[in-house]
């Protein structure tokens, strides 16, 4: 059973600074991409930043390049988005999420791709 695990979210203040935690247990096979997520309130789900497992190769969206890093640790499963420079605007329930790598070797950091999401974590910009 593929469990996504999400933590370190919380309250802080703007201009301030969170590390989020994402730890993947379940899946079976070594290639995987994970992506973080974030919904605020009364908006649609969107994406934030992904990264491949094995290469490592990245991806950011354009509201959060400069200010968020993904990275993950291989060895304990995990994936981190450290986000810094916080606005109010990044406040959202952030999820992590796992997808695939076709046969073909691609894959994809977008909604419609993800194939196993984790239940959130609350981050609160607000002073």
């Known amino acids: 059973q593929v469990q996504l695990v999400e933590s370190g979210g919380g309250l802080v203040q703007p201009g301030g600074s969170l590390r989020l935690s994402c730890a993947v247990s379940?899946?079976?096979?070594?290639?995987?991409?994970i992506g973080w997520f974030r919904q605020a309130p009364e908006k649609e789900r969107e994406r934030v930043s992904c990264?491949?497992?094995?290469?490592?190769?990245?991806y950011y969206d354009a509201s959060v390049g400069g200010r968020f890093t993904i990275s993950r640790d291989n060895a304990k499963n995990t994936v981190y988005l450290q986000m810094n420079s916080l606005k109010p605007e990044d406040t959202a329930v952030y999820y992590c999420?796992?997808?695939?790598?076709?046969?073909?070797?691609?894959?994809?950091?977008?909604?419609?791709?993800?194939?196993?999401w984790g239940k959130g974590t609350l981050v609160t910009v607000s002073s």
């Open positions: 999420a796992l997808t695939r790598i076709n046969r073909f070797g691609n894959w994809y950091c977008s909604r419609s791709a993800i194939n196993y």
């Open positions: 379940g899946f079976t096979l070594d290639d995987y991409a």
């Open positions: 990264i491949r497992r094995t290469d490592g190769t990245t």
